[in-house]
C-alpha cells in the first residue's frame, strides 16, 4: 500500500506541474468573453489524475498548480482562490462519479456533470466573491466590469445575467474540452500511469 501512495503522489505531483504549465499558456477569447477571462488547459491533468487515483488527487493537482501559479499572480491570490475553487468541484465531482461507475459511459458522465456543476457555481463564486475582490485590488468599479460584458452584447443588463449569459456556457465549454482531450489521451496514457496498481 506504501507503494502505491508514493506512486501515486509522485505522479499527482508531476500532473500538478504540468497543470500549472498549462495555466500559463492560457489565451483570451475576447470575441466570446471579457479578455480579463482567460481560457487554458490546465485541468486537463487534473481530470486524468482523478480518474486514474481518484477525486482527491485530482485537487489535489488544481491546489499544487494554484499555489506554484501565485509566484507569478497578478490578481493577490484572488484568480489562484477561484480556479482551485472550481477546478475542484469540476474533477471532484467527475472523479467521485467515475468511482461508482469505471466505465467511459461513467467517464462521460462525470465529466459532463462535473462540467455543469462548475458552470453554474462559477456564476456565484465570481458575483459575490470574485469580481468585488477584483474591483477593490484594481480600483475597477463594478459597473466597468459590466461594460466589458456590454461591449459584447449591449443588451446585457446586469452583471449578475453577465455571468449567466457569458460565463455558464464558457466554463461548461471548458470543462467539455478538457474531458474530451482526456478520453483523447487516456488509453495511452492509464498503462504508464496505473503500472503498479495490480498490487493493491
Do not use: W
Amino acid at each position: 500500500m506504501k507503494k502505491i501512495n508514493v506512486r501515486a503522489f509522485t505522479v499527482t505531483a508531476i500532473m500538478g506541474a504540468i497543470g500549472f504549465v498549462l495555466m500559463m499558456l492560457e489565451f483570451p477569447l475576447s470575441f466570446l468573453i471579457p479578455s480579463f477571462i482567460k481560457f487554458d488547459f490546465s485541468e486537463l491533468p487534473a481530470i486524468i489524475t482523478s480518474f486514474v487515483f481518484g477525486p482527491i488527487y485530482g485537487i489535489i493537482v488544481c491546489l499544487i498548480k494554484n499555489l506554484i501559479h501565485l509566484f507569478f499572480t497578478s490578481s493577490g491570490g484572488v484568480g489562484e482562490l477561484s480556479n482551485f475553487i472550481l477546478g475542484a468541484i469540476f474533477v471532484g465531482t467527475a472523479g467521485f462519479i467515475y468511482r461508482f461507475n469505471k466505465t467511459r459511459k461513467g467517464a462521460l458522465i462525470g465529466s459532463v456533470v462535473g462540467a455543469a456543476v462548475m458552470a453554474v457555481i462559477s456564476v456565484f463564486t465570481n458575483y459575490f466573491f470574485v469580481y468585488p475582490a477584483f474591483s477593490v485590488i484594481y480600483g475597477l468599479p463594478m459597473e466597468v466590469i459590466l461594460q466589458m460584458y456590454k461591449a459584447i452584447l449591449p443588451s446585457t443588463k446586469n452583471l449578475f445575467v453577465a455571468l449567466v449569459i457569458f460565463n455558464v456556457p464558457f466554463n461548461f465549454a471548458k470543462g467539455i474540452i478538457d474531458a474530451a482531450i482526456c478520453f483523447a489521451v487516456y488509453k495511452r496514457l492509464s498503462p504508464i500511469l496505473k503500472a503498479g496498481r495490480a498490487k493493491k
